[in-house]
């Protein structure tokens, strides 16, 4: 017996030190799963929050439900894993999720020091304040003295901080370890202002009490480039997360919606329509196999439109200016609009 | 084998045995080869856990506590900003920690020593609402408390420009804390400590007269009053011999807040008020047991040799009891001390929650769950070394 239980204590520490190599497998992994596993906020309306039927939703979402199409061509083959922000990049090493799509800000330390790498950019965001209407407030610069509620563990309680200190002002930092703590709090008035990145304020809004007492102040504080986060090292999957991303904004740019895309990609059945559209021919998977180069079938950019549509769709249907949140495109609107959002070509 | 056999034995050297089965020769065996075992577990654990982390491209070791932490905290002991280090920021975390449990040790020492007494009460009510009151808080989880005194106990009370006034408008209750003045301590205030100092001293001798002319007369001395007196005497005797050392410095109401004076942020009145309720509940049951324990017949015998009720409990009944209750006591210290990391749910910043941001901000999961762990492993070995030397004291010197 005693020999048994030695064995075994041997056998599982020789298994634990056989360290996984982080190379190219997170893609097999998920085909050999049946199902890719996603890392989400716990409730940030617009981005990713359960509705009414318990199903995920948001701009975040769309994502991964992006990946799974281009993958499986099936958007339901994702299961969504909520996150804090204290606990989100310990779930990504650690291999619980394959990709966090949450909100989170592309920085110089996380992309080195965590072992983990940002594959682009799907929200241009930035870090505002909200007060109550009745303190009269015009501008940030007049808070000095003020309670200001955090969470914790993000880039806000950094920019905070340095946004205060540069215009030596005083504030009373009050930090709770998850977002619904934070706006409880707010709302409660232990704090005058509360502060994350701008598109969380108009989300987190909507869970106050009486949402119309409040409002944004109009400074922007600091740069928070929100996107998707995958393992360093494991490229193969890097780059597919990278280029689904861009498929959506390619798609946007050359016309192709949810409504039209198989429509498009029967018309590329033509040779005369083909060589007419030569940008079209590459997205729909017509000419080349830039699928194959990224380790899915070549009809990719087909899947995720017609799944999950376009950059611009997905965003007036997430947080757009039809949706509670109301936010209007700009820096997320095509580079040819006016925005940031700029794909590299398809070839 | 006959007992014949048996008792010719004693006394005679051991029976010969052969080297593999002598139990010392075994014993030694086994034991170095479970220590070869645990030490080949940690060596696996640790250098496995370095594999994987630099396979990983993360960045390890404590390098980073020199860095700038850059995050703000609501509470702090020392002077502290956002362009000090993250280990100044877990220094921070520690002394918040170890103001919360030294005030929480005492304070439910003393609540839970009365609600004991109070459970043994003859009076019926007194009785009952120490039963109730035990009951009833030992049975609600402590993070589920600790919510309540804070949302629902503190922060309803108003914002800071309507606050609730106490003490001739001296100390202000609003839901951003208390506010009251704040001393501001002069050159000559050390004379001050100085006078407490000797009022202690003074009170010691006056102690040790007083013990050795009652042994020697029998006259008692009302040591306790004695040195109460001197204690609020000297002091302020100094204060207006020195010319008022100590000014206040008064809040003035700002844009949003108080500013200036002392304030106790509601976090940590929240955190207080439910871990020393949830401890001293159990406390009082601890010494409600340790003094149920002390034999009826000894505060008997207590009353047979003429001594008051009051003499009983203190010479008769307490010192035995707690030689019962320091043991579980010891727990309950630790428990407080440990419970205190529950502040996370409420913002507190003590140490847990300080260490937990600096692991977010920095993304070293290994070492700064390490520094928690060592650190409050610590503080619990330290506690518990203590509490061991005072029931060494306590306890039945057996002849």
Redesign the interface.
């Known amino acids: 017996m005693t020999l048994r239980i ?1 064995t075994f ?1 041997t056998a599982a ?2 298994g ?2 056989v ?4 190379s190219a497998q997170t893609l097999r992994e998920i085909t050999t799963r049946g199902q890719l596993v996603c890392g989400v906020s716990q409730g940030l309306a617009g981005f990713s929050n359960p509705d009414a039927q318990g199903r995920w939703t948001g701009l975040d979402v769309d994502v991964c439900r992006a990946i799974a199409a281009a993958i499986f061509d099936d958007p339901t083959k994702v299961r969504f894993v909520p996150l804090s ?2 606990n989100r ?2 779930a990504l ?1 650690s291999r619980e999720v394959d990709l966090l799509a949450r909100n989170s800000t592309w920085t110089l330390s ?1 992309d ?4 983990l790498d940002f594959t682009g950019i799907n929200y241009y965001d930035g870090q505002a304040f909200m007060a109550r209407r009745s ?1 009269r407030l015009s501008s940030a610069l ?6 200001v509620c955090i969470q ?3 880039t806000t ?2 920019n ?3 946004f ?2 540069a215009n030596n002002l005083r ?7 998850t977002a619904d ?1 934070t706006i ?2 707010y709302d ?3 704090c ?1 202002v509360f502060t994350t990145d701008a598109s969380g304020l108009y989300a987190e809004r909507l869970k106050l009490s009486a949402p119309n007492d409040h409002m944004v102040l109009p400074e922007i504080i600091s740069k928070e480039p929100l996107g998707p986060v995958v ?3 494991d490229n193969q999957f890097a780059d597919l997360v990278r280029w689904v991303h861009f498929a959506m904004v390619t798609a946007e740019e050359i016309g192709v919606t949810q409504a039209n895309v198989a429509a498009k990609a029967a018309e590329m059945r033509n040779a005369e329509v083909r060589r007419r559209n030569p940008d079209l021919a590459r997205f729909v998977g017509a000419d080349g196999t830039f699928g194959e180069m990224l380790g899915v079938t070549n009809d990719w950019a087909v899947r995720i439109i017609r799944h999950v549509g376009n950059y611009g769709e997905s965003f007036e249907r997430n947080v757009g200016e039809r949706t509670p949140l109301g936010i209007r495109r700009g820096l997320n609107n095509l580079w040819t609009k006016g925005g940031l959002q700029y794909s590299p070509p398809i070839r | 084998m006959t007992l014949v056999d048996q008792a010719a034995r004693v006394g005679q050297a051991p029976p010969k045995v052969a080297f593999l089965n002598n139990p010392k020769v075994r014993g030694i065996f086994w034991q170095a080869l479970l220590l070869v075992f645990v030490v080949f577990i940690v060596w696996g654990a640790a250098s496995n856990a370095y594999e994987n982390l630099r396979a990983q491209n993360i960045a390890s070791g404590f390098g980073f506590l020199d860095n700038q932490a850059n995050f703000a905290l609501s509470q702090s002991l020392i002077p502290y900003t956002e362009t000090n280090s993250y280990g100044r920021a877990f220094i921070v975390g520690l002394l918040n920690t170890l103001l919360v449990a030294i005030i929480g040790i005492a304070a439910a020492s003393v609540i839970g020593f009365f609600v004991g007494l109070a459970r043994l009460a003859k009076n019926v009510l007194v009785r009952q609402l120490a039963t109730w009151y035990v009951e009833f808080i030992r049975n609600v989880p402590l993070v589920l408390q600790l919510v309540f005194w804070y949302t629902a106990v503190l922060q309803p009370l108003p914002n800071p420009r309507d606050s609730i006034a106490l003490f001739g408008g001296e100390v202000f209750l609003n839901n951003r804390g208390v506010v009251m003045p704040k001393p501001i301590f002069a050159d000559a205030a050390i004379w001050l400590v100085a006078a407490f100092a000797a009022a202690l001293v003074i009170g010691f001798i006056v102690k040790r007269w007083s013990a050795q002319r009652q042994a020697a007369t029998g006259q008692t001395f009302p040591v306790g009053w004695t040195t109460l007196g001197l204690l609020i005497a000297l002091p302020t005797i100094a204060f207006y011999a020195l010319g008022q050392p100590i000014s206040f410095e008064h809040p003035q109401l700002g844009r949003f807040n108080l500013s200036g004076g002392l304030r106790i942020i509601p976090e940590f009145v929240a955190l207080l008020l439910g871990l020393v309720l949830y401890t001293a509940a159990f406390i009082g049951e601890i010494v409600r047991a340790g003094i149920q324990a002390v034999h009826r017949g000894q505060t008997e015998a207590a009353s047979a040799l003429g001594l008051r009720s009051g003499h009983t409990t203190r010479f008769v009944v307490i010192p035995q009891a707690l030689r019962v209750i320091i043991p579980p006591l010891t727990s309950q210290f630790l428990n407080l001390t440990k419970n205190s990391t529950l502040a996370v749910a409420i913002g507190y910043p003590d140490l847990f929650l300080v260490t937990n941001t600096i692991n977010n901000q920095t993304g070293q999961a290994i070492e700064t769950v390490g520094m928690i762990m060592a650190t409050y492993l610590f503080l619990s070995l330290l506690t518990s070394g203590f509490m061991n030397w005072y029931n060494q004291r306590v306890a039945l010197v057996e002849r």
């Open positions: 030695a204590a520490i020789l634990l030190a360290a996984q190599p982080a922000s204290a990049f310990t090493q996380r080195t020091q965590l072992g303190l007049e808070l000095g003295g003020a309670s914790t563990g993000t309680e950094l905070a901080a340095d205060f200190r504030f009373e930092p009050v930090v709770f370890a703590e409880k709090a409660s008035g232990r005058d393992r360093h090292g």
